[in-house]
């Protein structure tokens, strides 16, 4: 491996404000890269957090509208002068139970785990492929190939991502390298009880929920090598396999 050296460069990183996409937000710029902070709802922590991490910037839009979408790029490119790396990590999970699913929560979980994270990857892209090079990670999970029943739109968003993660792989290269990081228990859903932590780290080999920083790990080594493109990493405790 040739590692990439990460200091000086910049970064989009949507969701960033709070959670998992605000440990990736630190551990890039611990790096030393610039963040393009993206928030939809969570401004004031988005700030907050921006104060910690030297040379960032918050930009805001709803990833369930084409027109803001459209508009995150060309803005986080302009605002950081460049864009090297792109981090889709923004995501809405909703319980959708197949008697209750209707077509507009189907639409909104395709519009926000898939057809924005593929579109900013394609914008970012091709900007990353004419300056010569660069790398995206898209944030998927890893029950793509065991979905949720309850689920299901979030995970067919998903499978659509990691393959997505593939073709845009090969398509962008050898400029640009794109990968997928599959988190498993990581962090409990808002508002989960302690029966739901107690039944997910039963069901994780290594007996424990991962925490924020071991998918923020797992970004940086896959933004950082420049011999991996069209992967998919699952820190997921070995949840997988049981
Ligand atoms: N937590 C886990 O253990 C786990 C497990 C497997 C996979 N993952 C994946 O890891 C990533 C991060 O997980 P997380 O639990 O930290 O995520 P999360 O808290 O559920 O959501 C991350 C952010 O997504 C943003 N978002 C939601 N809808 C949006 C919209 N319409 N437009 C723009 N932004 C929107 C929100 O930003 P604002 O707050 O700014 O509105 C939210 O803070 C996700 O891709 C998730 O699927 C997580």
New binding site residues.
């Given amino acids: 491996m040739s590692p990439v050296d990460l200091g000086g460069r910049t970064a989009l990183v949507?969701?960033?404000?709070?959670?998992?996409?605000?440990?990736i937000c630190l551990a890039l710029a611990g790096k030393g890269v610039r963040v393009a902070i993206?928030?939809?709802?969570?401004?004031a922590?988005?700030r907050d957090l921006a104060e910690r991490c030297s040379g960032s910037i918050v930009l805001?839009?709803?990833?369930?509208?084409p027109a803001?979408?459209a508009r995150l790029v060309p803005q986080a490119a302009e605002r950081l002068g460049r864009l090297d790396f792109l981090v889709?990590?923004?995501?809405?999970?909703e319980r959708t139970p197949l008697e209750e699913l209707d077509e507009p929560s189907w639409e909104?979980s395709i519009?926000?785990?898939l057809t924005?994270p593929f579109f900013l990857a394609r914008d970012a892209g091709l900007r990353m492929r004419a300056a010569g090079s660069g790398a995206i990670v898209?944030?998927?999970?890893?029950?793509t190939e065991r979905p949720y029943a309850d689920r299901l739109p979030?995970f067919a968003a998903?499978a659509g991502l990691e393959a997505a993660t593939r073709g845009l792989a090969r398509a962008l290269a050898p400029e640009v390298r794109v990968n997928a990081?599959?988190?498993?228990?990581?962090?409990?859903?808002?508002g989960a009880g302690d029966d739901l932590a107690a039944a997910m780290t039963s069901a994780t080999p290594l007996g424990r929920?991962?925490g924020?920083e071991a998918?923020a790990e797992a970004v940086l080594f896959l933004l950082g090598h420049d011999f991996v493109t069209g992967e998919t990493l699952r820190v997921?405790g070995g949840r997988w396999l049981k």
């Avoid at 889709?88 to 999970?93: I, L």
């Fill in positions: 949507t969701g960033g404000a709070r959670r998992i996409g605000r440990a993206h928030t939809r709802s969570s401004e922590e988005a805001r839009a709803d990833l369930a509208d803001e979408r889709n990590n923004a995501s809405v999970y909104r519009a926000v785990n924005a898209n944030v998927t999970d890893w029950a979030y998903k990081v599959a988190p498993g228990p990581i962090l409990l859903p808002e929920l991962g924020p998918v997921d």
